[in-house]
């Protein structure tokens, strides 16, 4: 087994901690003014969904690297995807976490076109609504992050 999972569970923890932080940033015009001297307080929730997706992409590639399986670029995301997904056809990690990833998958590449198909899998920020109507996703896009990452935290003998 290949130790380096935890540098990923880690990293993942990194991702979903950001993701609170830029959530309670993006909810506090006090903290904007006072704090960062923004003069005109902004919403950053397309953040928050992107780092929560990273917190499960992290999370996944943890598992999928104590399992013995590692995967890397070129599609580096796909590839994690579809053998994480082989994991659930197998049994071997419960439906409802790739359910987890397959939405919070679509809504980063629906709410910010992260991952437009090309070789590279680069992100690609671009705003299809205005920042501050994406608050409802951005809370639920954490909320499952968190609940990813728990999950994969349990299955890893983490927890």
Known sequence: MDLNYKLYLERANNEIKLADIILILSNSKDIQINIFKIDEPETYYNSVISHSYYCIF???KAYLLKKGIKTKAPEEHRKTYEEFKKLVERGIVDEELLKIYDYILVKAETLLGIFKTEK??????TYRKLPQTNLEPAMGSLENAKTFFKHIRKLS???
């Open 120 to 125: 590279k899998k680069r992100g690609i920020f």
């Open 157 to 159: 003998g983490e927890i």
């Open 58 to 60: 992290y999370s996944a």
